[in-house]
């Protein structure tokens, strides 16, 4: 017995060693930066793919009833040459009743360099919907952006909105589906220096899908947010190729134009590629 824990504290020891020095060896020599590069690659094409997935395309969707949800937490520290600190937290809970899907998320995002604050941001957002059936619905939506180190009147130190409306599906079949939603609601901004405006702002919104193959389908998502101070329209076209199940790929053309900026539309031609083998 005490020859098999010994030997067995010996292994344990030797995994300990190689583990810290091939931590080491990948701090010196690069390969852990690489490798976490390499996953914030990963994330972002994973992240586009995932704005093709419409999860009320096709009615209410099935969701575990009850409290669900996740949480995720991540901090570093540094000191010597460098001194910061990194948090982040975020949080997502979802309660399912019935026709009664909820949703609550949360981020947080806190920096600090040499004392010195460099980020502190605040997310929230809550999303309910009410499936009166598989075409009719209702939602309220609400969201909160708040930057901490806004300090001019040209920075925008809390974005907000709260609003309520229906949605209808146009169309409902596997192959197309699209779905048109419009509300009332109000608008918040606070600048830096404490500026603030509360307007009634109006927003509307449409999710159109189409499957031409069982590898090919196309995403058009428009978003509209019209107020006094400015009117705001995202659009996502995307283009979705599923090759193998180990190849995904997406070609989107995002526009968004706000009209209250100098150049009003900014647009993005994006390309991702997931390929698994």
Do not use: C
């Not at 098999?4 to 020599?29: H, M, P, R």
């Not at 990194?86 to 809970?93: I, K, V």
């Not at 899907?101 to 997310?123: I, R, Y």
């Amino acid at each position: 017995m005490y020859t098999l824990l010994k030997a067995g504290g010996i292994s344990a020891t030797a995994f300990v060693l190689a583990a810290s020095t091939a931590f080491a060896q990948g701090e010196l020599l690069g390969t852990t930066a690489l490798n976490d590069r390499l996953d914030d690659i990963e994330t972002a094409a994973a992240d586009d793919l995932a704005r093709a997935e419409d999860a009320a395309r096709f009615g209410n969707p099935e969701f575990r009833p009850g409290l669900s949800g996740s949480a995720s937490l991540s901090y570093t520290g540094t000191s010597g040459n460098t001194d910061t600190q990194d948090f982040s937290l975020g949080t997502r809970l979802r309660f399912a009743k019935g026709n009664w899907v909820q949703t609550l998320g949360m981020a947080l995002d806190f920096s600090e360099a040499a004392g010195t604050k460099t980020k502190h941001d605040v997310f929230g957002v809550y999303d309910a919907n009410y499936y009166f059936n598989d075409n009719f619905y209702g939602f309220v939506l609400g969201r909160v952006q708040n930057d901490g180190l806004a300090t001019t009147a040209a920075e925008t130190a809390t974005d907000a909105f709260v609003g309520v409306g229906p949605g209808y599906r146009i169309l409902n079949s596997p192959s197309t589906a699209w779905r048109v939603q419009a509300g009332v609601g109000a608008s918040y901004l606070k600048d830096g220096v404490g500026a603030d405006t509360t307007e009634v702002g109006y927003i509307v919104s449409s999710r159109f899908y189409h499957k031409f193959t069982d590898t090919i389908s196309l995403t058009n998502d428009t978003d509209a947010l019209s107020s006094d101070t400015a009117l705001r329209v995202n659009n996502d076209f995307g283009v979705n190729f599923k090759v193998t199940d180990a190849i995904s790929t997406r070609l989107s053309y995002l526009s968004e134009f706000n009209d209250s900026r100098a150049i009003k539309t900014d647009n993005t031609v994006g390309l991702s590629l997931v390929f698994g083998f």
